[in-house]
């Protein structure tokens, strides 16, 4: 589900809440993450460590962030990585992300 808001003020408070759901077969490791990325920087959190999901298990993360002071679409990007390196299969699981405009 995507709530959203037509339009932020810099330094505006924007909550941000993801569900995280274990799609696949397996119950996730105990080393998995959701960590920042790319883009705009608008929280002060860079990583999350996640519970191990069974399968079919979600995960509510909520995040604080504000509006960067630059006027336009913003974008920042976290990604789910499990156990292993960028070689693994199961590395990058998924890329949540949100977008606001600045005005």
Known sequence: ?????????PGDSVD?????VNIGTQKW????????QSGSQMTEETQIKL????????YDVVL???APSEPGMQ???W????????KDSNYWMCYPYVRIIVE
């Open 75 to 77: 974008i920042m990007v």
């Open 29 to 36: 490791e105990n080393e998995t993450y959701l960590e920042y």
């Open 16 to 20: 941000i809440k993801w569900t995280i």
């Open 64 to 66: 604080d962030a504000t």
């Open 1 to 9: 589900r995507v709530l959203f808001r037509a339009s932020f003020r």
């Open 51 to 58: 519970p191990r999901l069974k399968p079919g298990g979600q």
């Open 79 to 86: 990604a789910v990585n499990g156990p292993g390196t960028v």
